[in-house]
């Protein structure tokens, strides 16, 4: 049995679960939106059983289940309670808690990839460091709320810069809302732009760019062709549909590195974004725990979806 775990918007999970229905996969999709509302989770402490119910399927015993897919989980939503805030904060805390809780007690599933792992090396920081520890050329980076800091750095890279987002939107709460990287002018640089730390970066001249997922020991690589429109040249996610995509290989050296990152961070699954310099230099950009790849598939034949199944059903 293969516990999906996500919510009701990952158009990700049902392109699977169209191939698992395919193989007769058993699973079971949770939406933990939907706890406690519309799931009952019922865990005996004193004999380590239990189950989940959700609503209109057959309940699933804990110890049925082989492996877990963490794709995209969120907060609870609380149809109707009639709670005031307080209240609502109070459920949706413990809802969250009891479910980190659960996750450790299937620790022993396979995991595609555990929470814990996922939450550590999403962060865009530590990823920098990590990345250059594998070998990985990284691009010169500030992090700063003093703008006196990143007019200094903006002034030593003559205004060749991009500032981002440091979190990771993908965690926890989903937001309605992405920021995209972009370029910054000097006269953009205020105290008032300083309300947050600002990442910054030296932009990197790019020949394309490169999606490659790494699921178990398999990579796919993708070639995303972003300086062909003006609009895609700094943030391909801004236009991702005009775009060229082309399936492509890596180097073997450049293999051993995202299989090494991938494998040091504790994951069994990593969507890593990379620049190729017109010189032929890889600089990486972000490794992305649970990133999206469907479109990738989809767009290239790259036969993702089977080696994720590969890896969910190997009990």
Not at 119 to 143: D, N, W, Y
Not at 169 to 188: G, W
Request: overall charge negative.
């Amino acid at each position: 049995m293969i516990l999906i775990v996500t919510s009701k918007g990952d158009m990700t999970a049902d392109y699977a679960i169209l191939a698992m229905q395919d193989q007769r996969l058993a699973y079971l999709r949770f939406n933990t939106e939907d706890f406690p509302s519309k799931v009952k989770i019922r865990w005996p402490l004193s004999d380590g059983t239990g189950l989940i119910e959700v609503r209109g399927k057959e309940p699933v015993r804990l110890d049925e289940v082989d492996a877990v897919w963490y794709r995209r989980p969120v907060l609870a939503r609380l149809y109707r309670s009639g709670l005031s805030h307080k209240p609502r904060v109070f459920v949706r805390e413990e809802a969250w808690q009891t479910l980190q809780s659960l996750w450790g007690y299937l620790d022993t599933c396979v995991w595609m990839s555990r929470p814990r792992s996922i939450a550590a090396s999403s962060h865009k920081l530590h990823q920098l460091k990590m990345a250059r520890e594998c070998g990985f050329t990284v691009p010169e980076s500030i992090v700063s709320n003093d703008v006196r800091d990143l007019l200094d750095f903006f002034d030593r890279h003559s205004g060749k810069v991009v500032i981002k987002s440091i979190q990771n939107q993908t965690q926890r709460v989903m937001t309605d809302y992405a920021l995209f990287t972009v370029r910054v002018t000097r006269d953009e640089l205020t105290e008032e732009a300083c309300i947050a730390p600002i990442l910054m970066q030296e932009e990197v001249s790019k020949a394309r760019e490169l999606r490659v997922t790494v699921v178990g020991d398999q990579v796919f690589s993708c070639a995303l062709y972003s300086q062909d429109h003006e609009e895609t040249a700094v943030d391909w996610r801004r236009a991702i549909s005009q775009v060229r995509h082309e399936a492509t290989r890596v180097s073997a050296d450049l293999e051993r590195k995202l299989l090494n990152m991938t494998h040091d961070c504790g994951l069994t699954f990593g969507a890593f974004d990379l620049i190729e310099t017109p010189s032929g230099d890889i600089v990486f950009v972000e490794l992305n725990p649970n990133g999206q790849w469907a479109w990738i598939e989809q767009m290239t034949q790259l036969p993702i979806r089977e080696a994720i199944l590969d890896v969910l059903a190997a009990r």
